[in-house]
């Protein structure tokens, strides 16, 4: 399940925040990590990428000085930049994202929660046990819950975003003076789509943390260690585990398949897309709504989609490509006559073909509905998972796409083409829409920044 290599070595645990000795959301992250014995010139390259917030392996790409590790478990992502991590980084193996309803009324201790939870985001980032060196007090709380202890990084990446329920309660009051910051596109919130079964509790949430590894225990010590944290400022409202990441966020990533058996997001925005397309359609910008505390962030728009996998499996293959609208082996668009290896997957579809006068790609067919041809441009940086939670009463799996998707104005790109799948998508057929949310991520965090949100909440 982890994909773990050797855990086994001995490693000095590290002050957990707001505790004697380790620390509390001023401290220095220690150099003392979750392997402990990091050769010299490893934990020198691990620190200049906690101080220069652009260096390390920003993005997956080795600086010019040193080649980023070829195993993803050596790996570690800066966490200070201007955006936040764990959006272009390429997609990892494992996710655990929690959302969490604030349950103070005082916005100071929203503040020291988030400075907290940046402290303990940042040691975790670069390998590090929250809190630094353990205590030796057999009577103290440990600061760390020690399940990742002697773990690699493992490509771990943070996330921070706030809901829209964050700014104003249900009734519209403003929770911490800071309503008049909301953006718009919160302001507005999600609109209602045909076919929708939402449960409520596991939708929607004030705080949201996504936390990707390519080891699940390490994404999972993430989540664990920073709702311990939040204990008596904010509780859990939902989680969702995630397996088998369902796109790739970077052209040196193969495109995975979904649990349909279909490459999923072969056209999806990817960082290698550069600062421009990306800032046309995932980054907030300074003249946007909210832009002024916002610019560097983005929307993380969060769909639940169980997947009716058994109706799915009794279907022949040429209704399964008619669906999807491309090839199950290759990953090829229809209009490939004979794909026959992994590139024809990459072939733009001509969605204007015709055979005996029917279009090539049928009209309700998936790749069609949601192309960016077919959505006056529209384009989103996807990031999905794929999730099982046992079986149902029916004696049917219970499994699905958790989807997440980045933009820059959902108003603008998700909605419209949600809009568009939920009407005319064949594929909506084998799907249910169980859960749904929408959060601001926060800008980056800049290399003087002591807490997620420093300027929205400042």
Not at 28 to 36: E, K, N, T
Not at 110 to 122: D, H, S, T, Y
Not at 295 to 318: C, F, P
Not at 361 to 389: C, Q, W
Request: charged content about 25%; proline content about 6%; glycine content about 12%.
């Amino acid at each position: 399940m982890t994909g773990r290599r050797d855990h086994r070595e001995d490693a000095e645990p590290a002050p957990a925040p707001g505790q004697a000795g380790g620390g509390g959301p001023d401290a220095a992250p220690r150099s003392v990590g979750r392997r402990g014995l990091l050769s010299a010139a490893g934990a020198g390259i691990l620190a200049g990428g906690m101080l220069g917030g652009f260096g390390g392996f920003a993005g997956g790409r080795a600086s010019a000085e040193e080649p980023a590790p070829s195993d993803p478990l050596d790996r570690s992502y800066p966490l200070r930049g201007e955006h936040q991590q764990g959006i272009t980084t390429p997609a990892q193996d494992y996710l655990f994202t929690a959302a969490f309803d604030v349950t103070t009324t005082d916005l100071d201790e929203v503040r020291r929660l988030m400075q907290q939870w940046l402290v303990a985001a940042e040691q975790m980032s670069t390998g590090d046990l929250v809190g630094g060196t353990p205590l030796a007090d057999l009577q103290a709380v440990p600061r760390d819950t020690g399940e990742a202890w002697g773990y690699p990084a493992s490509s771990v990446t943070i996330t921070v975003g706030a809901g829209r329920s964050f700014f104003v309660d249900a009734e519209g009051r403003d929770r911490f003076g800071i309503a008049e910051r909301m953006p718009e596109a919160l302001a507005d919130g999600v609109p209602r789509f045909a076919g929708e079964a939402l449960q409520a509790e596991r939708s929607d949430g004030d705080l949201v943390i996504q936390a990707c590894a390519d080891d699940a225990q390490v994404a999972m010590h993430a989540i664990r260690n920073l709702t311990r944290i939040a204990v008596g400022t904010a509780a859990l409202r939902w989680t969702q585990m995630g397996y088998g990441r369902t796109s790739s966020t970077s052209t040196t990533q193969e495109t995975p398949r979904n649990l349909f058996g279909y490459k999923d997001g072969t056209n999806n925005l990817k960082q290698e897309d550069g600062a421009e397309e990306l800032g046309r359609h995932v980054w907030i910008d300074r003249a946007d709504s909210g832009g002024e505390r916002l610019a560097g962030g983005s929307y993380m728009m969060i769909r639940k989609i169980r997947m009716n996998l058994e109706t799915w499996d009794r279907l022949r293959l040429i209704e399964q490509h008619e669906i999807i609208g491309r090839d199950k082996r290759f990953g090829a668009p229809l209009t490939v006559p004979d794909p026959t290896s992994g590139e024809d997957e990459f072939i733009d579809p001509d969605l204007a073909a015709t055979e005996d006068g029917s279009p090539v790609i049928p009209r309700d067919a998936h790749i069609r509905v949601v192309s960016p041809h077919t959505n006056k441009g529209a384009s989103m940086l996807r990031r999905g998972f794929n999730y099982t939670e046992g079986s149902d009463s029916l004696g049917r799996i219970d499994a699905g796409l958790f989807f997440i998707a980045y933009v820059r104005d959902p108003r603008e790109s998700f909605f419209p083409i949600l809009e568009r799948m939920v009407s005319t998508d064949a594929l909506e057929e084998y799907l249910r829409h169980v859960a749904s949310a929408m959060f601001v991520v926060l800008p980056g965090v800049g290399a003087k920044d002591t807490m997620f949100g420093q300027a929205l909440l400042s």
